[in-house]
């Protein structure tokens, strides 16, 4: 799960510097237990969600209803998941979830599939997310594919390699990245950080190190083969999200926020706006068509290109954004809430 410690809103178009009286209104939406992931699921959004011992996952309309998907957990681990993520082609969800546990603390991963009604943990061999040569799982990714679950593993030649997990017959199974963009070497060592649909199929954030120098990177997958692209100017591609045609990457570079446009991988002008080495964003989402992120720079706003305004209402670490059924939601500071 990505926790995100600057939150406010970047809009890529021009807003006016002001005070209270141009800010930007958010609404909260009353939930029982604290949401960790977002997702949408048509013109559904999908919240999932952890009161203090045991994972949930809701649901909310167009017009406000919430309802309970019933959860099935088959492990003892899977009863105690928090939410990594969520992801959904409109008909099935796939979420992973983690908890840890075990003498060394490490997260033991669980796998969730199911729909709106139901959705219920598959169990995996331990060997498949987790034992000797396991990193980290960074997210499910639906493709035209399937599908998949992005993480890391032990490399062949350095480091760890980019992962993928693919689906099939309630099995979770690791592919080669030998031989791939994926893998790392003792040139090159990779760093996935988050993972988001990209038309057919997926695009994956990070960062890299190459002869000591480091720089942001995205890997695509278009259906059948994996690419990858370093990001101009940038030390770590942090999040992304792509839609009509174009993905919107945020990050870092030089300790200051990053944004790149692909696939042509313009790095645009933002404001002066810090982000630290240990910091996460969530990512972009349209507004109006208008590609947004939600960043704290000294509060919460709303940013665009040049100039910001503050938003009323939200607060706190950011965890997740999502625009569906032509509303935007956020988590922000353990609360979820409904801009407009």
Same mark, same amino acid.
């Given at each position: 799960m990505r926790r995100l410690t600057l939150a406010v809103l970047l809009v890529l178009t021009g807003c006016s510097s002001g005070g209270a009286d141009n800010a930007a209104g958010f609404t909260p939406v009353g939930l029982t237990a604290t949401p960790e992931a977002l997702a949408s699921h048509g013109d559904m959004l999908v919240i999932g969600t952890r009161p203090s011992d045991h994972p949930e996952l809701l649901t909310r309309t167009k017009d406000g209803a919430l309802s309970n998907a019933r959860l099935t957990p088959a492990t003892p #681990?899977?009863?105690?998941?928090h939410w990594y993520g969520i992801t959904s082609d409109g008909t099935t969800i796939t979420g992973v979830g983690g908890e840890r546990g075990g003498a060394h603390g490490n997260v033991r991963w669980s796998a969730w599939t199911g729909d709106t009604r139901q959705i219920a943990e598959k169990p995996q061999a331990f060997s498949t997310f987790?034992? #000797?040569?396991a990193g980290e799982l960074i997210g499910p990714v639906r493709t035209k594919r399937g599908p998949l679950v992005i993480g890391t593993w032990q490399s062949d030649k350095a480091g760890l390699d980019i992962a993928v997990w693919t689906y099939a017959a309630d099995t979770w199974s690791r592919q080669p990245s030998g031989g791939t963009v994926l893998e790392s070497s003792q040139e090159l060592l990779r760093f996935p950080l988050a993972v988001a649909p990209d038309g057919d199929g997926a695009i994956v954030v990070g960062w890299q190190i190459a002869k000591g120098a480091v720089s942001a990177a995205v890997w695509r997958f278009d259906g059948a083969a994996w690419t990858t692209a370093t990001l101009p100017d940038g030390d770590a591609a942090l999040a992304a999200r792509c839609w /009509?045609?174009?993905c919107h990457v945020v990050g870092r570079s030089k300790g200051k926020? =990053? +944004? +790149?446009s692909g696939p042509d991988w313009k790095k645009l002008a933002t404001p002066d706006i810090p982000v630290g080495d240990n910091q996460a964003l969530a990512a972009p989402v349209p507004v109006n068509g208008v590609p947004t992120l939600f960043v704290d720079h000294g509060g919460v706003k709303l940013v665009s290109e040049k100039d910001e305004r503050p938003a009323d209402g939200p607060?706190? /670490?950011?965890? =997740?954004?999502?625009?569906?059924g032509g509303q935007v939601f956020v988590i922000a500071g353990g609360?979820? +809430?409904r801009l407009g």
């Open positions: #681990y899977g009863k105690e998941a987790g034992g #000797y040569g /009509d045609g174009t926020l =990053a +944004w +790149w607060s706190g /670490d950011v965890v =997740a954004a999502e625009a569906v609360r979820l +809430w």
